[in-house]
């Protein structure tokens, strides 16, 4: 059973850092792209970021290009998404995703999420 436990979000000022954390079981981890889905209230799902397999390649979304950086530790069966330069807008529930880029992010395998709040 593909198991997805997303961590480290938060409350954050404006400007602020977090890093957000998923550990994944269940599956062979190192065998599948991933990615990092967002939904903010009252909205659908929005695709933030995707890694391949090996971590050499990566892929951003315009909200996420140049603030946000995925990466991912095949050793520990975990996926990062270091979030920098956080706006207001930046205020939603993040999920990991298992797939890659163009994914029915609906469908796709995803934890249970971890908040981050963004506000002054």
């Known amino acids: 059973e593909v198991q997805l436990v997303e961590s480290g979000g938060g409350v954050v000022l404006p400007g602020g850092s977090l890093r957000l954390s998923c550990a994944a079981s269940?599956?062979?981890?190192?065998?599948?792209?991933m990615s990092w889905v967002r939904q903010a209230p009252g909205k659908g799902l929005e695709w933030v970021s995707s890694?391949?397999?090996?971590?050499?390649?990566?892929w951003y979304g315009d909200s996420a290009k140049g603030r946000f950086t995925i990466s991912r530790d095949n050793a520990k069966n975990t996926l990062y998404l270091q979030l920098n330069s956080l706006k207001t807008e930046d205020t939603a529930m993040y999920y990991c995703?298992?797939?890659?880029?163009?994914?029915?992010?609906?469908?796709?395998?995803r934890g249970q999420g971890t908040q981050v709040t963004v506000s002054s």
């Open positions: 995703a298992k797939g890659p880029y163009g994914s029915d992010w609906y469908s796709a395998p």
């Open positions: 269940g599956f062979t981890f190192s065998s599948y792209s």
């Open positions: 890694i391949n397999t090996g971590g050499g390649a990566t």
